[in-house]
C-alpha cells in the first residue's frame, strides 16, 4: 500500500487568509504547544474552505506546490526535539 503524507498548514501569522497548492490537508491553527485539534479538511470540488477551528480561509491556488503556501511559512515541518533518537 503506497504511502501519502498529508499536508500540514499552521497560522502562526495570523493572517484570514492562505493560499495553498493541494485540496485535501490538515490544518493545526498554530505550531505546538499552541496548537488547536488537527483536522482534516477536504475542498473537494471548491477552491476555498474554512478551518472550522480557528477560522482561517484557504484558497486553492494550483499554481503552489504541496509544501508551498502564501504567504510563506505557513507549512508545517515536523522536527525532533534536541537529543531525540534518529528514526
Avoid: W
Wanted: with cysteine; net charge negative; proline share 11%.
Amino acid at each position: 500500500m503506497a504511502q501519502t503524507v498529508v499536508p500540514h498548514f499552521v497560522n502562526d501569522k495570523g493572517v484570514d487568509r492562505i493560499a495553498i497548492g493541494v485540496k485535501e490537508f490538515q490544518c493545526m491553527g498554530a505550531a505546538p504547544p499552541h496548537d488547536h485539534p488537527h483536522v482534516f479538511l477536504d475542498m473537494g470540488h471548491e477552491a476555498q474552505i474554512v478551518c472550522p477551528y480557528c477560522s482561517t480561509l484557504f484558497l486553492h491556488e494550483p499554481s503552489l506546490g504541496a509544501t508551498e503556501s502564501e504567504p510563506d511559512g505557513c507549512v508545517y515541518v515536523a522536527t525532533a526535539p534536541p537529543g531525540a533518537p534518529a528514526a
